[in-house]
């Protein structure tokens, strides 16, 4: 049974910084590209970074430069470091796996 759990999520100044952690099990996590993806209320979910099982990243670009994507492949793990943290990076965020399987989501919110 596929599991993602997201957690990290919370309420942040702007200029801030939060880690999201997703923990994956039920798959093989390795061979697996993950992504975090977020959706912003009334809008619609955006990508905002890719990891591929070899390590390759993409970014969207409004995050560039202030996010990181990294994994874990011991820890069945993915992260989202989120720094200079902006009122419109408010979202849900979520956990995908290949394309396939998304987790349950962890509020962000960015807010003096």
């Known amino acids: 049974q596929v599991q993602l759990v997201e957690s990290g999520g919370g309420l942040v100044q702007p200029g801030g910084s939060l880690r999201l952690s997703c923990a994956a099990s039920?798959?093989?996590?390795?061979?697996?590209?993950m992504s975090w993806y977020r959706q912003a209320p009334g809008k619609e979910r955006e990508l905002v970074a890719v990891?591929?099982?070899?390590?390759?990243?993409i970014y969207a670009d409004s995050i560039k430069g202030r996010f990181t994507i990294s994994r874990d492949n011991a820890k069945n793990t993915v992260y989202l470091q989120m720094n200079s943290l902006k009122p419109e990076d408010t979202a849900v965020y979520y956990c995908?796996?290949?394309?396939?399987?998304w987790g349950q989501g962890t509020q962000v919110t960015v807010s003096s």
């Open positions: 039920g798959f093989t996590f390795s061979t697996y590209t």
């Open positions: 990891i591929t099982r070899g390590g390759s990243t």
């Open positions: 995908y796996a290949g394309y396939k399987f």
